[in-house]
């Protein structure tokens, strides 16, 4: 692997399928599995083994049709979960097994009742038993994002000893800002023993919006894995967005970060993930929103007429959409209306557009947004129809 590439660590169905009332049945998460596959993902988490018989299931059955993709496993540091997790991937051609522990003092004191010391014992042994049926093994350290950078070190450095091959970070809160997260990684890398041996990898919650900043700023500070999820999918508010981290990557090319990702594939990713999950996708959402490529404004759709560019930091076809959308509303100005016009068969002068145009207003004063139909029945009503069909 290049020191410049970034692994795609694909979470979607695992922390993903964790949102509320969006279970997926195991021929679901084959599919989904398979695009993922296609996409370019590096890692597909595929769910957490020991958790039920049908995650079970699933995880054996993406093991078996995943070509190209490692295929991961999720346990907590229990001998069970880690044996569960095992027979669950044997199929899999290139199997990785994903186990942890907190290390915040809110999880040690609280969720664990125990020591730093322990902590650090069981995290040893988890990795070392991983290890025992994988040569690729992963370790968390849930919480990872409120835990002492000091204390962080030592734990990491013994996940590192037991074999350890990548080193999960996780901002399992949401809590980190960007400069903080970035600092944190960079900590880690300059200060863990053996860090050469392991790749450091983003896990981040969005529940402050942060998850997009906060893997951008630990990949420029050394990480070389982001876990995210499509659409950004996940517990409570949503984990890091594959498409978002993706094409940060892309549009900034002075990073010298890239990914194996095909772009043009994201928008057609976004929504199996959302029609097999019955998620909406929030319209404004980033990269595949149904807005993310659409202009209502005046000022806005003139200067995309005039070159895409003047507007648009993305070409949609890059990321799998077939074009921009210039929508018609009461905001829209005449260079707008004459190119939606012209798409439905009309060439306007100026004279007739300033005619038409202000038969539109009137139109669009009663209207959300002017479909083409519209468009149609307010030029056959405008004063200068005639004129027009006799062109």
């Known amino acids: 692997m290049s020191n410049n590439n970034i692994q795609i660590f694909d979470t979607t169905l695992r922390d993903g399928e964790q949102v509320p009332g969006c279970k997926l049945n195991t021929d679901q998460k084959v599919v989904i599995a398979e695009q993922l596959d296609a996409l370019g993902v590096d890692v597909i988490e595929a769910g957490f083994p020991v958790s039920s018989p049908g995650d079970f299931k699933s995880v054996e059955a993406i093991s078996k049709i995943v070509k190209n993709a490692t295929v991961c496993g999720l346990t907590r540091s229990v001998e069970n979960d880690i044996k569960v997790a095992a027979e669950a991937l044997k199929y899999a051609v290139k199997p990785r097994i994903h186990t942890g522990i907190g290390t915040s003092e809110s999880h040690i004191v609280h969720k664990f009742k125990t020591t730093q010391e322990d902590i650090l014992e069981r995290a040893y042994a988890a990795v070392k038993y991983a290890k025992s049926f994988v040569e690729d093994v992963e370790f968390y350290a849930e919480d990872a994002g409120r835990t002492d950078n000091e204390y962080l070190a030592r734990v990491c450095e013994a996940a590192i000893k037991a074999g350890a091959t ?12 960007p400069s903080e997260y ?19 990898s983003c896990h981040c919650h969005n529940d402050l919006g942060l998850a997009t900043a906060n893997s951008i700023e630990g990949v420029i500070n050394g990480a070389r894995q982001i876990e995210c999820t499509i659409n950004g999918i996940g517990e409570r508010a949503g984990n890091t967005a594959l498409e978002e981290v993706v094409m940060v990557l892309k549009q900034h090319p002075y990073l010298k970060l890239d990914t194996n990702i095909n772009t043009s594939m994201l928008y057609g990713m976004s929504q199996l993930v959302s029609d097999s999950m019955g998620i909406y996708t929030q319209p404004n959402k980033a990269i595949v929103g149904a807005n993310a490529f659409a202009h209502s404004s005046g000022i806005h759709q003139d200067g995309v007429i005039k070159n895409r560019e003047t507007y648009e930091i993305i070409d949609p076809k890059d990321v799998g959409v077939t074009e ?4 018609l509303t009461a905001r829209s100005g005449r260079a707008a209306l004459a190119y939606r016009a012209k798409n439905v068969g009309y060439e306007l002068t100026k004279l007739q557009l300033d ?11 009663k209207k959300k947004e002017i479909n083409d139909n519209d468009i149609h029945q307010i030029i056959e009503t405008s004063n200068v129809y005639q004129q027009i069909i006799s062109a």
Do not use: H, Q, R
């Open 355 to 365: 005619d038409v145009y202000a038969n539109f207003l009137s139109f669009a004063d």
């Open 166 to 177: 990548v080193l999960n970070i996780p901002d399992t809160t949401g809590y980190c800002l």
């Open 182 to 200: 970035g600092a944190k990684i960079k900590y880690l890398k300059e200060n863990v023993k053996g860090i050469e041996k392991a790749i450091l």
């Open 324 to 327: 921009s959308a210039i929508v």
